[in-house]
């Protein structure tokens, strides 16, 4: 027997995001199964995620990436924005259930990037079909649209606190 099935083994988060970091940075693809609700409604948890390396040059808005936290925890969440800065090309990342971006990445932080999900009905969405990539860009838009206005809310709020205190 080649390959070893450890679909019930618990890794502890520490011990994953070393293992996923080093196995993307080797050009080697993780399959894993995601837990929690941080990307509700498009990833779920039980969901068998299928990450492969990332190149930066095919890394856009939409695409749900891999990156390591200062702290070293794992993290997947959606590409919300892209910019460049002095030449670099830098990414904004949220997770779809939250209120405010996680923060900018630089190209050489992004580890890999989920290209098929596998949900428990055994059904297989491929991200990269144009589908997919057309649903993946309007979950990004709705969270840049849902950002635009708490901040907005939030700069009309301060603007009334200003004119209050008068």
């Not at 837990?35 to 390396?53: A, V, Y």
């Not at 939409?62 to 070293?72: A, E, N, S, W, Y």
């Not at 301060?158 to 008068?166: H, K, M, P, Y």
Request: one cysteine or more.
């Amino acid at each position: 027997m080649n390959s070893a099935h450890l679909r019930e083994y618990q890794c502890p988060p520490d011990v994953f995001a070393e293992l996923g970091a080093g196995l993307l940075r080797s050009g080697k693809s993780i399959r894993f199964i995601a837990s929690g609700d941080s990307m509700l409604p498009n990833l779920r948890h039980g969901d068998t995620l299928i990450c492969e390396p990332a190149r930066t040059d095919r890394v856009s808005i939409g695409d749900i990436v891999f990156f390591l936290t200062p702290d070293r925890h794992a993290i997947f969440h959606r590409v919300i924005r892209s910019k460049q800065k002095n030449g670099s090309r830098f990414f904004q990342v949220q997770a779809d259930n939250q209120q405010k971006p996680e923060r900018w990445l630089g190209t050489d932080e992004i580890l890999g990037k989920v290209t098929q999900v596998i949900r428990n009905d055994s059904t297989a969405q491929d991200m990269r079909s144009w589908q997919m990539k057309l649903k993946n860009k309007w979950a990004a838009f709705r969270l840049r649209a849902r950002l635009n206005r708490i901040n907005h809310l939030r700069e009309l709020e301060q603007c009334f606190s200003q004119n209050s205190g008068r």
